[in-house]
């Protein structure tokens, strides 16, 4: 009975506001930057396209509805196991197989602004997860572990988000020992690798490590600075599409007011 008792505080935390409901999801639409693959790559994701079938006209005189043309793999989204080829073969590695319980976990939030700030190839190693974690306390199995960067403050401009010259983009990120660290501790997921990460060791060490370990990836999110570093709650559901390696969600972040 105490845990539905919790559950009844937790509704009315939501309906008195004593709980907020932060939006870490960036607008989806034409102008939602994507990114480039290296130019030996030949497949990019295509713009994202908003098409109406109608507005209240002839076509449909009561309503208005869209169409939409976008990648799985587009503005705020969720990475499958199956994403990669390192996480091909589990069976509940895709949207609609995953276990729904796996999409709502406390998050960690790790503040690497500054560092970002002073540096965009910045990398997060195992090293700054362990002195974050003696100063916030410890992160555990089946958490979420985000990696603020304020980057969206970039979200209006593509050219300074993906922050690319001709070596390739230039975006903060984690080392490979920083994922394995987070592998070992077993937890949920992790925000997406460096602008530079195709030349690790391996290659995109979060995408590789992550869905390896039939693990999570979580890309572009915002609004990371209203979150506190422990005691929020980060729900982070992908389209149900069937075989999908991935999807935008609406990145909901539960946090005490
Ligand atoms: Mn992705």
Redesign the pocket.
Same mark, same amino acid.
């Given at each position: 009975m105490k845990d539905i008792a919790s559950l009844e505080d937790l509704g009315q935390a939501l309906l008195t506001g004593r709980i907020r409901v932060v939006d870490c999801t960036a607008t989806l639409g034409p102008r939602t930057p994507l990114l480039k693959l290296p130019p030996e790559i030949a497949d990019d994701t295509p713009p994202i396209e908003i098409h109406p079938i109608s507005k209240y006209g002839d076509r449909g005189p009561f309503w208005a509805w869209n169409w939409l043309k976008v990648g799985e793999?587009s503005g705020t989204?969720f990475?499958a196991p199956h994403?990669w080829i390192t996480g091909k073969d589990y069976p509940d590695g895709s949207t609609d197989t995953i276990a729904p319980q796996n999409f709502v976990a406390p998050a960690n939030v790790i503040d690497c602004s500054a560092q970002a700030a002073a540096d965009p190839d910045f990398l997060l190693t195992a090293e700054g997860v362990k002195a974050w974690e003696a100063e916030h306390g410890e992160i555990g199995e089946g958490e979420w572990v985000l990696m603020r960067t304020d980057w969206c403050k970039r979200n209006g401009d593509a050219a300074l988000y993906l922050n690319a010259d001709e070596t390739g983009p230039h975006t903060p990120g984690p080392s490979a020992d920083c994922i394995q660290y987070l592998m070992d501790k077993k937890v949920l997921g992790w925000g997406?690798d460096a602008g530079i990460a195709g030349g690790m060791t391996p290659p995109y060490p979060a995408h590789n490590l992550l869905h390896a370990n039939n693990r999570y +990836?979580l890309?572009s999110l915002v609004n990371l600075s209203e979150l506190p570093p422990k005691g929020a709650i980060l729900i982070a559901a992908p389209l149900k599409i069937e075989n999908g390696t +991935?999807s935008p969600i609406r990145a909901l972040v539960l946090v005490p007011a």
């Open positions: 793999h989204h990475d994403h997406t +990836g890309a +991935g």
